[in-house]
Each structure stands twice: as structure tokens, then as C-alpha cells.
């Protein structure tokens, strides 16, 4: 096999694995697997994944920097996509299961909701960096090309946002943490449960 060959080959590899979060996620959703709030669930984990791609395609370039390889480049849109694919997703769950595509109430919600505003903001950027990713694009947009894909470097740090934003979280707790305190004879335990349900003891 050729070394062409083999890094096709690989790509698809990869291709397949990115996909994975995405077919557990439709597995336990089949499965009624996803906890009390099953819907909130998977808007939170869809929204996880796409900024776990993010984070991912914005790492490729200093992973090449520092190594000197140059595999980390051929990825990098691949990663791209899929940010653009599981956020699309998200906002998919959003509107359709949240909303129940209902586009007044979302118009309505987009004031009251900072995750809206800047969540619309950041998908913004990565629909237009998708739609702009082809060969053709590239060959179109010229200089201008790299200017606009710069703005890769404004989604991440719009993305992360979200999961930074306890004071604005609608559930008014802390970083959306229910936390218990119990008392007995031994001690003090503190159990708590994050916004997807997650359960911690310490
Ligand atoms: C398309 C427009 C978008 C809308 C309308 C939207 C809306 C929301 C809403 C309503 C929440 C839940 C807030 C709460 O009640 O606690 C949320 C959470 C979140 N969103 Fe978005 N979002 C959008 C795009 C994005 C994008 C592009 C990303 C990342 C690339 C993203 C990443 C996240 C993350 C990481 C969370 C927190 C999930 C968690 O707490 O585990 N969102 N979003």
C-alpha cells in the first residue's frame, strides 16, 4: 500500500472514531439511558462534544509547532467539521425536542438566555468556517481565506463560555451543582449531582 493510501485509509479511521460520541449518545438515548432529564442530557453533551472538537482542531496546529510533524494539519478540518457537526446537533435538540420548533419562543428566549446569544455567536463562526472549508473555497477567498479561518481562534474562546457561565445558569446553583450535606455521627458527607447527573461523593 502506498503512503497516500495509507493516510486515506487512516483519515477514515479517524472519520469513524469522531463519530463514536455520536453513536453511544443515539444509543443511549434508544435506550432511555440518558437520566432524569433526558432531553437536557443531550443538548449537554452534544454541546460538550462539539466544544471537545474545538478545543481538539485548535490543538493540531501547536501539536505540529512543537513535534515538527505534519499530520496534525491534514486533521485539523476533519475536527472542524465535526465541532461544526455535534454544535449543529445541539442546537438541532434545542429547537426541536426543547422548543418543539417553536421559532417565536426561541426569538423570545434569545434576550433572556446569554448561553443563546453567545452560542448563536460562536455557531455562527463555525457555519461560515464549514461552508468556506472546500478546496474551492480557498481557491475563491484567496488571502481573505486565511483571514476568516482566523476566527477559528474567536469560537474557542466564545465556546468555552457555557461551561463558565455558573452566574448566569438557569438553574441558579453554582455551576448548576446540587450539593447535599449530611451529617452523622462519624462526619460531615457531601454528595453532589451536576446538571447531567452526575454524582460525586466526597
Ligand atoms: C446554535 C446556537 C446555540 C444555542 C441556541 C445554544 C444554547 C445553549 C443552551 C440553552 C445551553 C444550556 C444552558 C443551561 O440552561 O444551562 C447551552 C449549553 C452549552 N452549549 Fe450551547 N448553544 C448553541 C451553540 C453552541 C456552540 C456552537 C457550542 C460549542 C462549540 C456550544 C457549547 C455549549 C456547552 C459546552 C454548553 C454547556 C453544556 C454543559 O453544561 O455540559 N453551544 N447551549
Not at 502506498?2 to 435506550?31: E, H, M, R, Y
Not at 490543538?59 to 465535526?82: A, D, Q, V
Not at 434545542?94 to 452560542?119: C, M, N, R, T
Not at 445558569?169 to 462519624?186: D, E, I, M
Amino acid at each position: 500500500m502506498t503512503q497516500k493510501n495509507w493516510q486515506s485509509l487512516i483519515k477514515v479511521v479517524v472519520f469513524f472514531i469522531c463519530l463514536t460520541p455520536f453513536g453511544l449518545l443515539s444509543f443511549d438515548a434508544f435506550n432511555n439511558n440518558l437520566g432524569a432529564n433526558p432531553i437536557e442530557t443531550l443538548h449537554f453533551r452534544l454541546g460538550d462534544w462539539a466544544l471537545r472538537f474545538l478545543c481538539i482542531c485548535l490543538s493540531m496546529t501547536p501539536i505540529k509547532i512543537i513535534t515538527k510533524w505534519n499530520w496534525p494539519i491534514r486533521y485539523r478540518r476533519l475536527f472542524g467539521l465535526y465541532s461544526f457537526f455535534y454544535a449543529a446537533m445541539h442546537f438541532l435538540v434545542y429547537i426541536a425536542l426543547d422548543l418543539s420548533f417553536s421559532w417565536e419562543q426561541f426569538v423570545d428566549e434569545i434576550p433572556k438566555s446569554p448561553y443563546i446569544i453567545i452560542g448563536l455567536f460562536t455557531f455562527s463562526i463555525l457555519l461560515m468556517l464549514a461552508l468556506t472549508s472546500t478546496k474551492s473555497a480557498q481557491r475563491r477567498l484567496k488571502k481573505n481565506w486565511k483571514r476568516l479561518h482566523r476566527l477559528v481562534y474567536l469560537a474557542g474562546v466564545t465556546a468555552v463560555i457555557p461551561e463558565q457561565m455558573p452566574v448566569f445558569n438557569r438553574r441558579g446553583t453554582t455551576a448548576g451543582t446540587l450539593q447535599v450535606t449530611l451529617q452523622n455521627g462519624s462526619g460531615q458527607r457531601t454528595v453532589q449531582m451536576n446538571r447531567i447527573g452526575r454524582v460525586s461523593e466526597s
